[in-house]
């Protein structure tokens, strides 16, 4: 994730929402008889919180985790409509680090001991709700284990492929 980008950009402004949408590839189905679909449910977690999610079977937070549901009829995405609180705490957290490290700050040795900082993974997985009332709630998060297979529009521009895209809104201040 651009999270260094971002800051560098919006250094004296105010982050609002931060959408990011991931695309898949339109499968065919109709010629093979075993094929599958896309996972219906998938999870964007932070790296570096990715096994203990799991591990203490936590809920998302929309701080460093959020849902998204296939749209395979109209756009063929999964759509994450505000990760401005995951920006946010990524930003924070390499910002306090150079607080604390003051006139010793190296962000290269920072990046080399935090490698997955600015990383996130997207995961399949089912959910749970209890629907025993008019609004339904999560009430589990596990590892989609059925087939499923999509491929993802987006990677290395060295090798041919385009950025994934991320609409960021933020309010700039202006002294006039």
């Known amino acids: 994730m651009p999270y260094d980008a971002i800051y560098n950009e919006l250094t004296n402004d105010t982050l609002n929402a931060v959408k990011l949408t991931f695309t898949n590839y ?5 010629q093979n008889k075993f094929s599958v679909g896309a996972p219906q449910t998938v999870l964007l977690v932070r790296k570096k919180d990715m096994n203990s999610f799991f591990e203490n079977n936590e809920l998302t937070d929309n701080v460093t985790s959020y849902i998204a ?3 395979a009829v109209a756009t063929n995405q999964y ?5 401005a609180r995951l920006v946010s705490t990524c930003i924070n957290e390499k910002k306090a680090a150079k607080a604390k490290a003051g006139a010793s700050w190296n962000e290269d040795q920072w990046k080399q001991e935090n ?3 600015d990383k996130a993974m997207l995961i399949p997985i089912t959910v749970t709700y209890d629907n025993n009332s008019s609004n339904p709630t999560l009430t589990g998060i596990q590892h989609d284990l059925r087939p ?4 993802l529009k987006g ?3 060295k090798e041919g492929e385009s950025n994934l895209e ?7 201040f202006t002294n006039e």
């Open 115 to 117: 490698l997955d900082w």
């Open 69 to 71: 549901t296939h749209n």
């Open 26 to 30: 339109n499968q065919d189905d109709s």
């Open 148 to 151: 499923a297979y999509t491929k």
């Open 155 to 157: 990677g290395d521009p």
């Open 166 to 172: 991320i609409e960021v809104t933020y309010t700039k």
């Open 79 to 83: 759509t994450f409509k505000n990760i």
